[in-house]
């Protein structure tokens, strides 16, 4: 069992910097990717970005790619999402997800792979 902890959204104006932070805990638990997920009101959830630590792949779905970094720290079953030239258009629902067991192929960007999420933080970007 983890536990997933976001913080970092809030309100910024378009062309503005945001810092998701999301530690996962639990006893015994090890993640073997961490991921970053996002859903605006009225739409369905997307994938924003990855890490897999057991192939040291990283992901970004391409209308992030270039404005936002995906980092982490596989030890500390930290992920960080920093987001750079943020738009209108990113304003949602930022959602971790960590994946903690083996269970065949992986496919980072596929929510329904991952094990553990967590409970979500706002990120509004004014135009």
């Known amino acids: 069992q983890a536990l997933l902890v976001e913080s970092g959204g809030g309100l910024v104006q378009a062309g503005g910097s945001l810092r998701l932070s999301c530690v996962a805990s639990?006893?015994?638990?090890?993640?073997?990717?961490m991921g970053w997920f996002r859903q605006a009101p009225g739409k369905e959830r997307e994938f924003v970005a990855a890490?897999?630590?057991?192939?040291?792949?990283?992901h970004y779905t391409g209308s992030v790619k270039g404005r936002f970094t995906i980092s982490g720290d596989n030890a500390e079953n930290t992920v960080y999402l920093q987001m750079d030239s943020l738009k209108p258009e990113d304003t949602a629902v930022y959602y971790c997800?960590?994946?903690?067991?083996?269970?065949?192929?992986?496919?980072?960007?596929?929510?329904?792979?991952?094990?553990?999420w967590g409970q979500g933080t706002q990120v509004t970007v004014s135009s």
């Open positions: 997800a960590a994946r903690g067991y083996y269970s065949g192929l992986f496919d980072a960007t596929a929510g329904v792979d991952y094990d553990y």
């Open positions: 890490v897999d630590w057991t192939t040291s792949k990283i």
């Open positions: 639990g006893p015994t638990f090890s993640s073997l990717a």
